[in-house]
């Protein structure tokens, strides 16, 4: 079963424009946590930000937020003020047992300036 | 600290023989995986280790072999290799259970495995 789906495979956004990419996740823990990753063409895995399923509040790193809508099992991104150098592939993944993580196919993103 | 290293950056075999992927972390973290990630997917785990001497499964584990004899490295051995192993292989870290960002992954810069 799919746990994490990202439907949106490209996505265009201008130069500082918010953008928001979505994931759904499926789960039966009630203690899960999620993650969202950059993956830029040099290909190395860069974290930008986590929620726990008990997180009362939505996570902030900078200018990446997470928009937790626990009862429709989605962890949507939102990126403000988006930079060129926010063009990359987005990864949302859920944690599972031993610290594993499950992904999503990813979603492209791609700044205009 | 070093963090997260993995060797070789590159690696091409021919269909049949079998190698070693290095992976090895200095945050003295219990637990460690090894993931692939094929071309336009996400990753995917291979295996995974809770701590030394103790390793499971993930969702592709055929024809690849871990063991886990330190807390610091985490090798993964491909027996016989096939071209539909051709991936980029990234190895990860994290602290484990409990205390603050126990929950942080920390990825090495991955591997690139070509079988022809």
């Known amino acids: 079963a799919q746990k994490i789906t990202q439907t949106q495979p490209g996505m265009f956004v201008q130069e500082k424009e918010a953008v928001t990419l979505d994931c759904t996740y499926d789960t039966s823990d009630p203690s899960y946590g999620l993650f969202w990753y950059k993956q830029p063409s040099s290909g190395e895995m860069i974290f930008l930000i986590y929620?726990?399923?008990?997180?009362?509040q939505n996570a902030t790193e900078g200018r990446y937020s997470l928009n937790f809508q626990k009862a429709r099992k989605s962890a949507n991104l939102v990126i403000s003020a988006s930079q060129l150098g926010d063009s990359a592939m987005y990864f949302c993944a859920i944690l599972e047992y031993g610290n594993k993580l499950v992904f999503g196919a990813g979603t492209i993103l791609r700044v205009k300036s | 600290n070093a963090g997260v290293t993995q060797t070789p950056k590159f690696q091409v075999l021919k269909t049949g023989q079998s190698m070693t992927l290095q992976c090895a972390q200095d945050?003295?973290?219990?637990?460690m995986s090894w993931y692939r990630q094929d071309p336009g997917m996400g990753l995917r785990l291979i295996h995974y280790s809770v701590g030394a001497g103790i390793t499971d499964q993930g969702e592709v584990p055929n024809g690849y072999n871990v063991s886990r004899s330190t807390t610091e490295d985490f090798p993964l051995r491909l027996l016989s290799a096939a071209p539909s192993q051709t991936s980029v292989y990234f190895c990860a870290s994290s602290r484990g259970t409990g205390g603050s960002k126990s929950y942080e992954q920390y990825f090495g810069p991955g591997t690139r495995l070509t079988v022809t």
């Open positions: 929620q726990g399923s008990y997180d009362q």
């Open positions: 945050m003295n973290h219990e637990y």
